[in-house]
């Protein structure tokens, strides 16, 4: 039974895992459609619309699972959690010119909710 025991090797993303941890920091677990990727950074798309993604230091990332073939999905993604990322949703030109334009100031007066969903929260302008 030692033997047995002795012949068991630590998988790969636990030892990256457990060497982020010794050394601080903690690990945090992303879910999305991986774009290919850019100069320095990682693109992962939020759903597939296409319409909110992280942009994501490649430094930053640690670790990734691909889906399954047989239950195709979203790619699992391990990045420090210290790592600054960019959140972004894509607008038409028209609806960036009106959110940034001082004469309607669409931004400031716009209502603002919280949006939840399998990837974590944030807040977005309602437009109206």
Same mark, same amino acid.
Request: without cysteine; proline residues 6%.
């Given at each position: 039974m030692?033997?047995?025991?002795?012949?068991?090797?630590?998988? $790969? %993303?636990?030892?990256?895992?457990?060497?982020?941890?010794?050394?601080?920091?903690?690990v945090t677990e992303l879910q999305g459609y991986p774009a290919p990727p850019g100069h320095g950074t990682f693109r992962l798309f939020l759903d597939l619309s296409l319409s909110r993604y992280l942009e994501? $230091? %490649?430094?930053a990332i640690l670790a990734s699972v691909e889906p399954e073939e047989t239950a195709p999905g979203p790619t699992k993604v391990y990045v420090r959690?210290?790592?600054q990322l960019v959140a972004a949703r894509r607008l038409t030109a028209c609806e960036a010119a009106q959110a940034t334009s001082p004469a309607t100031s669409l931004l400031r007066s716009a209502q603002w909710h919280r949006v939840c969903d399998w990837s974590g929260c944030w807040v977005e302008p309602v437009f109206q």
């Open positions: 030692d033997q047995a025991r002795s012949s068991i090797t630590a998988h $790969p %993303l636990v030892e990256r895992m457990q060497a982020v941890a010794d050394d601080g920091d903690k994501i $230091p %490649l430094e959690s210290s790592a």
